[in-house]
């Protein structure tokens, strides 16, 4: 009867470490399917990441080329601005110079 009692005990420990293998294997399914997906998604972030970084050069480069870009059309502004101010300048000069000296042509008064 202690033999049986054993036996029964060692049936019973036989079986509850059954089950607590297939738990743990269960689990250790488990963690391999997250650690695959944790490794595929790793690998979309680096992607995500080098694509981040020539986006950012990519950027930096557009803003430096339209900070150029906004620089010569303000030269171009300045320099149209100029050249209308020069002729005005000529104009009047000339207006005055031609007016003292009397060169005008008694047709062109008004």
């Given at each position: 009867s202690e033999l049986l009692k054993k036996?029964?005990?060692?049936?019973?420990?036989i079986k509850s470490l059954?089950?607590?293998i297939a738990k743990s294997e269960a689990a250790l399914k488990k963690f391999?399917?997250?650690y695959d997906?944790?490794?595929a998604a790793s690998g979309n972030i680096l992607q995500i990441k080098n694509d981040y970084k020539k986006a950012?050069?990519?950027l930096n480069d557009y803003f430096i080329k339209n900070g150029e870009l906004e620089k010569a059309v303000h030269n171009?502004?300045?320099y149209w601005f100029l050249a209308g101010a020069a002729v005005l300048l000529?104009?009047?000069w000339l207006g005055r110079s031609l007016r003292k000296t009397g060169h005008y042509s008694s047709n062109l008064r008004f």
């Amino acid at each position: 009867s202690e033999l049986l009692k054993k036996k029964d005990e060692q049936n019973n420990e036989i079986k509850s470490l059954k089950e607590e293998i297939a738990k743990s294997e269960a689990a250790l399914k488990k963690f391999q399917q997250e650690y695959d997906e944790l490794v595929a998604a790793s690998g979309n972030i680096l992607q995500i990441k080098n694509d981040y970084k020539k986006a950012t050069l990519q950027l930096n480069d557009y803003f430096i080329k339209n900070g150029e870009l906004e620089k010569a059309v303000h030269n171009q502004y300045l320099y149209w601005f100029l050249a209308g101010a020069a002729v005005l300048l000529i104009g009047v000069w000339l207006g005055r110079s031609l007016r003292k000296t009397g060169h005008y042509s008694s047709n062109l008064r008004f």
